[in-house]
């Protein structure tokens, strides 16, 4: 049982680190412009595809590959924010929602007209066998995925802590126009947080390539999952959203290993439901969640 | 009041003179898709157009409304007519259960709630197979009849369908002209100000959330009796969206927009068959293009420009 219970934990942490990026990325992009990206998911799938394009495909070294997949998506995001977020003239929350849904509806078309409509599928990034723990198997895709994920967080935490770009985005976050009476260049600032957010969806869609089937529309519903996380662990906190994650991932996991797996994808909605009624700053409190 | 009554009956006309001339069963069951799509439209431009409350889950209550009947008029053998009011019922239950704390919240929190009460609806009707069918869908449901009339020819279903969005039109309309659409567009511009001049919000936002879900319900009504088979995948999140859509691209707060935003997106799949693989990135680029360049909508694009042309006339 003990066995069992280690194994759920593994692939609970596996899969919450995966959230935890997506997570990160969309968290990253409402503080600084309130802004909820309901294509953050598709960048993800961009971010899988380009990895097997790049690597399995062309046969690229994998760091590579890798480097040039999050370049390449945070382009695609750039590009994005330039040419349909910039030019909404009126920036209401309805008209953005609507705007990010026809862009993540574009983008999966693309990804369909590229990739085709089969599923795809790469090797995981070494072929080390999997490590036998107290009975539990853990692959080392997972570690694999643990410490990418990990190393990220710790990036932008440095980032964002100990140089003056990082800061001035915290400062963008906060209040922009503030910012920009400081000298802050807070336009580039929003860019730059598009190209951060959009990066790090690529990194969790190169990092959960080798363990899922990667397909044109794989990036929906790991979107929402990234975004119910993100929204537990607090929407706007950086730490938050990687425990968001992670606790999702975790619960995910024991649920369908303890209840039944048809309920898999209900679970992150029931604690959405639940962190929204109880606590819906998350469990960080990063903003003020408007309510009253 | 009498303009009103002067474009119902245009309006009407308009419904028979089309049901009338129009002989092609294929055609005739897109227009009904399409009144289908407006009751759902017009539910939500309820709530959202003229209360500003988003909802991302709407595709839930026109699930349940049609769930609801399948199961009843199916595994029960209960007349269809009786099953109506026990699908309505049921959508107001979970209205109100579900509207009293999620209408706590505001903005995107509101359309994050909404949005998972959405995907939860969803996944029970995927995996609840013993009731739903599951992912396969739901089977054989029976086509609407009164005494001697079968709707089960599209013309007569048609009218149906039409003439109850007739209703519903003339009914919102009087709604919104009545103290609580008044009240409701109060809450609109701020909740605040609504409440201090003894609005009672809590009660205002859950009665049209509950109205914009039995409208829901309803549709999901007419939509399960006429093509005899539902699955989940007609009421997943991307069709929530859909109507989200549909209510923004006709224009937020117009009973007519909700007309031209569910015509526009029913046929637009349509006409965008002939794109074959294209069609996915056309769709989101009209929505991203519609949305950049007439963000109210385009009921008020369109008068916006007809205004404009208006003006630089007036001036010589």
Known sequence: ?292 | MTQDRIIYGIFFLVITAIGFAVENHYYLQLLTIIGINTLLALGLNMLMGYAGQISLGHAAFYGIGAYTTAILTVHYNINPWMSLPCALFLAVLVAVIVGLPTLKLTGYYLGMGTLGFGMIVHILFREWSSLTGGASGFVGIPPLEIGPISFFPARNYFYLVWFTVLISFVFCKRLIKSRMGRALRAIHDSENAAKAVGINTRNMKLEIFVFSAALSALSGFFYAHMVSFISPESFSFLVSVKIVTMVVIGGMASIWGSLLGASLLTMLPEWLHSFSDFEMVVYGLILMLVMIITPQGLTRGILDIYERSRTTKNKP
Not at chain 1, 16 to 38: D, K, P, R
Not at chain 1, 55 to 65: K, N, Q
């Open chain 1, 1 to 292: 049982m003990t066995q069992e219970l280690l194994q759920y934990l593994f692939s609970g942490i596996t899969n919450g680190a995966i959230y935890a990026v997506i997570a990160v990325g969309f968290s990253m992009l409402y503080s600084s412009t309130e802004l909820i990206n309901f294509a953050h998911g598709e960048f993800v799938m961009l971010g899988a595809m380009g990895l097997v394009t790049l690597w399995a495909g062309f046969g690229l070294p994998l760091p590579l590959a890798f480097f040039l997949t999050v370049f390449g998506v945070a382009c695609v995001g750039f590009l994005f924010e330039r040419t349909a977020i910039r030019t909404v003239r009126k920036p209401d929350h309805i008209v953005l929602i609507i705007i990010t849904v026809g862009a993540s509806i574009f983008l999966r078309g693309m990804g369909m007209l590229i990739w085709g409509k089969d599923a795809h599928s790469v090797p995981a990034f070494s072929d080390h066998p999997p490590v036998d723990l107290a009975g539990a198997k853990l692959l080392p895709q997972s570690i694999w995925i643990v410490l990418i994920a990990l190393f990220c967080a710790l990036m932008l935490h440095l980032f964002f802590r100990k140089t003056l770009t990082g800061k001035a985005m915290e400062a963008t976050a906060i209040n922009k126009k503030a910012a920009w009476l400081t000298g802050i260049p807070s336009e580039k600032m929003i860019l730059l947080a598009f190209f951060f957010s959009t990066g790090m969806g690529a990194v969790a869609g190169i990092i959960i390539a080798p363990i899922t089937m990667c397909s044109y529309d794989m990036g929906t519903m790991l979107g929402l999952k990234g975004f119910c996380a993100a929204m537990l662990g607090g929407l706007g906190s950086l730490w938050g959203s990687i425990l968001g994650g992670l606790l999702l991932g975790i619960m995910e996991s024991f649920g369908v290993g303890l209840f039944s797996s048809s309920l898999k994808d209900a679970i992150a909605f029931l604690l959405l439901l639940l962190i929204l009624y109880v606590r819906p700053g998350g469990i960080i409190m990063a903003k003020d969640a408007k309510r009253f």
